[in-house]
């Protein structure tokens, strides 16, 4: 997997395969904890902004299954690749 460095000494991972969410989660918190704002995450990692906060808020509002949405949409960047 191919690494890009972004601004702040934080990295991009360029999507060559569908990820774990699991290692997605623990990248989202690592950046979180670093001071990164939402939609920063979002992009850096290539993700719904709607999951990032899900992470993030863990507020009781949102109902959106981020396992099955993660799933999916990395389903459909590697089959454009």
């Avoid at 990295?11 to 001071?35: C, D, F, H, S, T």
């Avoid at 990164?36 to 902004?49: E, H, N, R, T």
């Amino acid at each position: 997997m191919e690494e890009l460095l972004v601004s702040k000494g934080v990295k991009k991972v360029a999507v060559v395969e569908p990820r774990k969410w699991e290692l997605v989660l623990a990248e989202i918190r690592r950046l979180q904890l670093l001071g990164v704002s939402v939609p920063v995450i979002a992009k850096q990692l290539g993700v719904d902004v709607g999951l990032v906060k899900q992470v993030v808020l863990q507020s009781y509002k949102m109902t959106v299954d981020t396992v099955a949405v993660f799933k999916r949409q990395e389903a459909g960047v590697a089959s454009q690749r």
